[in-house]
Every structure is written in C-alpha cells, then in structure tokens.
T-cell receptor, first 110, second 115 residues
Framework: RKEVEQDPGPFNVPEGATVAFNCTYSNSASQSFFWYRQDCRKEPKLLMSVYSSGNEDGRFTAQLNRASQYISLLIRDSKLSDSATYLCVVNSQAGTALIFGKGTTLSVSS | EPEVTQTPSHQVTQMGQEVILRCVPISNHLYFYWYRQILGQKVEFLVSFYNNEISEKSEIFDDQFSVERPDGSNFTLKIRSTKLEDSAMYFC?????????????FGAGSRLTVL
C-alpha cells in the first residue's frame, strides 16, 4: 500500500462550485497532516494543517478520520485562482520528514 | 516574509559529473530537507538534517548523494556522479522544529538536467 494515496483527477469545475478531495495514508502512527498546494513547476506551499477536530480556513475545510486513515479537503465557491495541484501530506514513519501524495489536479473555469 | 533560497535555478550537466545544489534555509529554522520531483511525478523525500547530521533518509538517498552544512547559512546537496534519472527539480525545505505540526517551507527549486 502506498504511503499516501490521492485521486489524481483532474477535477474540472466551474467557478463557484464546491469540490472535495480525498486522501488515505498507510501509517497509522502519523501525527501530522497537511494540505499543500503546488502550481505548475513551482514549489509546494502550505495550504493548511489538518487537525483531528477538523478545521476551516475561509473557503477551505479539512477533515481527518484517524480510524479510517482518511483526510479530506473541501473547497467552496471555487475561484479561477484555485486551479492547482493539491497535495496530501503526512509525516514519515520516523517522524522528521513529510511524505507527499501524488496530488489531485483542480482546474476551475469561468 | 522569510524564504528559503536555492541556487542555481537551473543546471545542465553531463552524465557522470558531480553536481552541488545550494540552499539557504530560513535563519531561525533548525531542520533542513531535500526533496526531488521528477517531471510529472510526486514530490519525493530524500533526506532530513538536524544538528549537523542526517536525521532520516529515503531509499533514493544512496551513496551517490551527500548533504552538508558547510557554514552557518548554507545547506548543500551533492550528487557525486549524475545519472540520466537524476534529472528532476530538487527542492530544499526547512522547518523550525519537527513538532506538532511540522510545517515545511520550500525553496523555489533547482532544476537539474542530466544529458
């Protein structure tokens, strides 16, 4: 089983749509969870950390289900600028590194 | 906003040559990382570095790779004898401490092309 698995997409949605991304991870001992965003040929940038109780940052909501080893990201009211690849990230077995999923590509059109 | 800087932005080299990629992490950060991303593939962990030694490394980080912090500001990745398959974007990252959560800040990357 891959360490972090994501649906690669692409997700093609119109402006204003709500879109959800899912991610599963294999290391049941993982303690740190994140969503990063990567624009084409750019570095990954932190979108938000994911907390056990779930958390929201504006139009973005992240959820964590430790029992199912599942993480989600919900984007409401999609903007053109949300077009990017969204990376699900968890800490490594040893804990010092972050392991990335392959990413889910989102394309928002007008 | 503090940033991680990397040089060069792009390097072209011949197979078998040595390459050194340089990074200046954020000044108050204590953990340093190298990742790579082959075109069209995922971001892959190579190595983490703390207190002047490797904390963790992946299977990719074999004897051809080494890291060093030669002074108080630079963090380097050396590839001793490059292969075609080393062509990738190499990202340096740093974090304050690997606490909860361990937030990494990435540099813009160094694109390595091996011919």
């Amino acid at each position: 089983r891959k360490e972090v698995e994501q649906d690669p997409g692409p997700f093609n949605v119109p402006e204003g749509a709500t879109v959800a991304f899912n991610c599963t991870y294999s290391n049941s001992a993982s303690q740190s969870f994140f969503w990063y965003r990567q624009d084409c040929r750019k570095e990954p940038k932190l979108l938000m950390s994911v907390y056990s109780s779930g958390n929201e940052d504006g139009r973005f909501t992240a959820q964590l289900n430790r029992a199912s080893q599942y993480i989600s990201l919900l984007i409401r009211d999609s903007k053109l600028s949300d077009s990017a690849t969204y990376l699900c990230v968890v800490n490594s077995q040893a804990g010092t590194a972050l392991i990335f999923g392959k990413g889910t590509t989102l394309s928002v059109s007008s | 906003e503090p940033e991680v800087t990397q040089t060069p932005s792009h390097q072209v080299t011949q197979m078998g040559q040595e390459v050194i990629l340089r990074c200046v992490p954020i000044s108050n950060h204590l953990y340093f990382y190298w990742y790579r991303q082959i075109l069209g593939q995922k971001v892959e962990f190579l190595v983490s570095f703390y207190n002047n030694e490797i904390s963790e490394k992946s299977e990719i980080f074999d004897d051809q790779f080494s890291v060093e912090r030669p002074d108080g500001s630079n963090f380097t990745l050396k590839i001793r004898s490059t292969k075609l398959e080393d062509s990738a974007m190499y990202f340096c990252a740093s974090s304050e401490v690997p606490g909860e959560p361990n937030v990494l800040t990435f540099g813009a990357g160094s694109r390595l092309t091996v011919l």
